[in-house]
């Protein structure tokens, strides 16, 4: 089952609070052979396009390398792969390789200057498949917040098309709409390199912990997003819903959680397991994975991306 669950109707969120019949409703309704995306990520100022001088991020891997169980990155290496753009063809992030001894070990998403990090992980860099690469009309590629590296391009009958570069789908294009935090300065709160930021000196001090594990991932995956669908219905934030940065400073993780969005509003559900926050000083960071991925690497996130949280019980229980 993959993640990525596009619905006829909200009306299916209008069930009972058996935790089983979310379930049901949500698995009779799933269909994930058409996806689209909205830009979700924390911006920083426009740039130019032209980023062919890229910046040196070999200061970011040393303090990603005080950050949860990266301590081998400290003598890792960093090569700019590409651009990434929103749908308008501007600038919005830096993917990079990160090398480690000449092998590769994961990648990192930054700011289009190198400051903000965004995204990094041990899981390969997205890329098309050699059988795709070149052979796309109009390819374009497209980062659209934590985990949504995506590419844009014209099918044979010229109708827009999103290739899905972590899951391999390729998904009916569309308005990729944005949600974006209003930061000021260079780093904002996140602050990797001391420039306004409240901490710029990420690595020290930092405490990663662990969130509770459900049972059962996938059902508690579709159990969140039930309750997402009551939340936006009933307009009023529950006990259990939070904002990303609201959840990343609780007192406790006693609970498995979820962020869960709706790119394309009530149609389109996007849920991902939270394993870990990470604190440094006034600093937030979340470790998610993929619920419906069971090889899938862990990925870690800025926490002022404009997502919410469920907090769960455990459907399972």
């Not at 619905?7 to 979310?22: D, E, M, N, R």
């Not at 426009?46 to 970011?60: K, M, N, W």
């Not at 098309?128 to 099918?155: D, M």
């Amino acid at each position: 089952m993959r993640r990525m669950m596009r619905f006829a109707s909200l009306a299916i969120l209008l069930c009972s609070s058996s935790v089983t019949a979310h379930a049901v409703a949500l698995q009779a309704n799933f269909d994930g052979s058409s996806i689209e995306r909205m830009q979700l990520l924390p911006q920083v100022g426009s740039i130019s396009d032209d980023v062919r001088s890229a910046p040196d991020i070999t200061p970011l891997l040393q303090r990603l390398a005080k950050l949860g169980d990266f301590h081998e990155w400290a003598g890792a290496s960093a090569t700019r792969v590409r651009q990434l753009e929103n749908r308008s063809g501007t600038a919005v992030a830096i993917l990079w390789s990160v090398q480690l001894d000449d092998r590769a070990s994961g990648y990192v998403v930054t700011s289009p200057d190198g400051v903000t990090l965004y995204e990094w992980s041990r899981g390969a860099v997205p890329e098309l498949p050699e059988k795709l690469r070149g052979k796309l009309a109009g390819e374009q590629y497209l980062y659209a917040g934590p985990t949504l590296h995506l590419v844009s391009f014209r099918a044979a009958d010229s109708t827009a098309q999103l290739y899905n570069l972590f899951t391999g789908e390729t998904h009916a294009g569309g308005k990729l709409e944005e949600l974006v935090p209003k930061l000021t300065g260079t780093t904002g709160t996140n602050g990797t390199n001391g420039t306004n930021g409240t901490n710029g000196n990420v690595g020290d001090g930092a405490v990663e912990r662990k969130v509770a594990s459900p049972s059962d991932p996938e059902l508690d995956a579709l159990y969140a997003v039930g309750r997402y669908g009551q939340h936006k219905l009933d307009l009023v934030r529950g006990a259990d819903v939070f904002t990303l940065r609201e959840f990343s400073r609780a007192d406790s993780f006693a609970n498995p959680a979820f962020l869960v969005f709706d790119p394309i509003p009530n149609k389109l559900y996007v849920s991902l397991q939270v394993m870990a926050v990470i604190s440094q000083g006034d600093d937030r960071y979340l470790a998610v994975r993929d619920p419906f991925a069971k090889a899938g690497a862990t990925v870690y996130i800025d926490s002022r991306f404009p997502l919410l949280v469920i907090r769960s019980a455990s459907s399972a229980t």
